[in-house]
C-alpha cells in the first residue's frame, strides 16, 4: 500500500513540475549560445559566428584583438567563404589616474575603443556598434614592472573587447534586427569608412 502511495506521489510531483517549467518554454527565455538558437533559416547562432570573416585589425593591438576574436568566433579557423564580414577600427587612450604630490601618476588608466560593422555578402552594412573597455596598472618607477604591467592591461582590455563584440553579435544575429547605429563622440577615432562594393552608397 505504502508502494503505491509513494508512486502516486511521485507521480503528482512530476506532473507539478512540468505544469511550473512549461510556462517558462514559451515565455521566450532560451540560451544566447547553443543548437536551439536558430533563425529562420534555421542555422543556428554559433554556426553563424563561425563564418563571419574578420578583416585584419592595424597595429600590435589589434593584432591582439583580431586574434582575441578569432578565437571567440573562427575557433576552426577563418571560413573559405563567409556570409559576413566584421571590421573593426580601433583606438587606444592612455591616462593618469591617480597622482603623487610630484603630480607625476601612480596609476594609468588604458581606454580602448572600438567602432566595429558587420557587412553581408553584397557589402551591405548591416550592423554598427561601439565599445569602450577601461583598465588600470599602478606605476612604481621601475621601468620592466610598469611595461609589464601595461601589456597586461592591454591584454585585458582586448580580451573584455572580443568578449562583448562577440556578444553584441550573437545578439543581433539572435533577434535577426540590426542594432542601431552608434555616432563617434567628438575627437574620437572615426568608425570605419566604406569600402569595395558599399562604397558608392
Not at 20 to 48: E, H, I, K, M, W
Not at 72 to 101: C, D, F, H, I, M
Not at 126 to 154: C, H, K, Q, W
Not at 180 to 196: I, T
Amino acid at each position: 500500500m505504502s508502494s503505491r502511495r509513494g508512486i502516486l506521489q511521485s507521480l503528482v510531483l512530476a506532473l507539478l513540475l512540468a505544469g511550473a517549467v512549461a510556462p517558462l518554454a514559451g515565455c521566450g527565455f532560451r540560451p544566447l549560445y547553443g543548437r536551439a538558437n536558430t533563425d529562420a533559416a534555421g542555422a543556428s547562432v554559433n554556426n553563424q559566428m563561425a563564418g563571419i570573416r574578420i578583416d585584419p585589425i592595424g597595429d600590435r593591438l589589434g593584432q591582439q584583438l583580431h586574434n582575441a576574436l578569432r578565437d571567440r568566433l573562427n575557433p576552426l579557423g577563418q571560413p573559405s567563404s563567409s556570409a559576413y564580414t566584421l571590421q573593426v577600427n580601433l583606438s587606444e587612450r592612455r591616462y593618469g589616474a591617480l597622482a603623487k604630490q610630484d603630480l607625476s601618476a601612480s596609476r594609468r588608466n588604458i581606454e580602448l575603443n572600438a567602432f566595429y560593422s558587420l557587412r553581408d555578402t553584397a557589402g551591405n552594412v548591416v550592423m554598427t556598434d561601439r565599445s569602450v573597455i577601461t583598465t588600470g596598472y599602478d606605476e612604481f618607477d621601475d621601468p620592466l614592472n610598469d611595461i609589464s604591467s601595461l601589456e597586461d592591461a592591454e591584454r585585458r582590455n582586448t580580451f573584455q573587447m572580443a568578449d562583448q563584440i562577440q556578444t553584441r553579435v550573437a545578439v543581433f544575429l539572435t533577434k535577426g534586427t540590426p542594432a542601431p547605429v552608434v555616432p563617434p563622440p567628438p575627437g574620437s577615432a572615426p568608425p570605419p569608412q566604406p569600402v569595395g562594393a558599399w562604397a558608392t552608397q
